[in-house]
């Protein structure tokens, strides 16, 4: 017959130990590793405001959302009488774009690789910075969305930060839904100069899925570059 071994003193002695790690780390839950990722829904200011005059100044949060995130469209908006169609304001007396509006579908997206662009939107005085450049000509309905693309009344100038991950995070929600349900979205893009500047201080982004509720938002992104100071009225930039 073979006998158990009896656990020696330095096995105890761990036991103990990690027994009361255990203890210590659910009463201190600072020592436990946790997720540290915020949710969007969570972290993200929201203002309610009637007109994006109102819109507060930029204090360091690049998005935020508007009345809830609730876009601000009308039973008529949202009806598909008219089937697909993009609607681009005329340009203003100083040259600058206005809302861009459309009920998108995949009827409306490009089947042909998008083109060099050649517009140059009011406030156009690109710099670099670390070699990279600070503007990039911005669609207010995304070519990929639209097929729209050296169309004068859809492009403004709107920083590299602003352009990408700004605007484009929203783009792909709407065109990675429409791609994959051939779902309508009621879309609007509002950009927001102050008084005669010639570059705007960001845009209102609106979308509403149409067969679902799959995709609604009401977003305001700021045309920021962390580390450039914009002159909005004339475009003309600095290192801050």
Known sequence: ???????????????LLAIAYGVYSQSNPENQTISTEPSISSTMPSVTIDHLSEIPDYNGEKVITLNQNNPNFNETDL???NGSWTIFSDLDDLNRVGPANGMLSQELMPTEERESLNVKPTGWHQKFYD???????????????????NNWKNLMTGTARFNHPGMTKYEEEVGDYIRE????????????????????RGVQM?????????????????????????????GYSKAS
């Not at 349900?181 to 705007?200: G, I, M, N, Q, W």
């Open 1 to 15: 017959m073979v006998k158990k071994k009896r656990p020696t003193v330095v096995s105890g002695i761990i036991i």
């Open 181 to 200: 349900t051939k779902h309508h979205v009621r879309y609007r893009v509002s950009p927001y100069f102050k008084d005669d500047e010639l570059v705007a």
């Open 131 to 149: 070699d990279q450049p600070l503007y990039n000509r911005c669609h207010l309905v995304a070519f990929q969305l639209s097929g729209e693309n």
């Open 206 to 234: 609106e979308a509403q899925s149409i067969e679902d509720s799959n995709v609604s938002y009401n977003v305001f992104i700021y045309n920021v570059q962390d580390g450039v100071t914009i002159d909005y009225t004339t």
């Open 79 to 81: 009806s598909l009488a």
